[in-house]
């Protein structure tokens, strides 16, 4: 893509960000329809084939790696289901703009310039592809004597077990 098109999408995205904006509201989570049984032996919904209570509708949401559960009227789901679209939309948007955005980074006619990753190094040095930068310096002992990289060959090790 060019980046003339790149602005185009983006303004597309923008104008269906500020859609979802103007409507005001974007809830998390999602609604199912739910059937339940009773804890009565003697009701329908234990016969074979059950007939189920409801239905009913729950919104459902993660916080902090808990779940959130609360049932809704009939009303309630015809009000709160747009607002879990536009959540839904909203999310789509943001990694369509994200896509975008890396693909125009990519595309950028500087990181072609003379073979470079990285802009700000002299043209004369190699590029030192992923390997570990220390920025010309040797490098030094851990400050702390505790804290020296593991060395000790295990597989020489002879363990005893009592």
Avoid at 6 to 24: N, P, R, T, V, Y
Avoid at 104 to 117: K, L
Wanted: contains cysteine.
């Amino acid at each position: 893509m060019h980046a003339a098109s790149h602005q185009a999408e983006a303004g597309k995205i923008a104008a269906e960000l500020a859609a979802i904006a103007s409507s005001g509201m974007v809830l998390p989570g999602s609604i199912t329809q739910r059937r339940t049984r009773c804890g009565r032996r003697n009701c329908a919904c234990h016969a074979d084939p059950p007939r189920l209570h409801g239905p009913y509708w729950q919104w459902t949401r993660k916080i902090a790696a808990r779940t959130i559960c609360r049932w809704l009227s009939d009303g309630q789901h015809r009000d709160y289901q747009p607002w879990i679209d536009n959540d839904r939309r909203l999310h789509e948007l943001l990694a369509r703009l994200e896509a975008l955005g890396t693909a125009a980074f990519e595309a950028d006619p500087r990181w072609q310039q003379r073979g470079r990753t990285s802009p700000a190094a002299p043209a004369d040095q190699a590029d030192v592809g992923t390997g570990r930068l220390t920025c010309g310096q040797a490098p030094r002992p851990p400050a702390n004597d505790q804290l020296r990289p593991k060395r000790e060959d295990l597989s020489r090790e002879v363990f005893t077990f009592q």
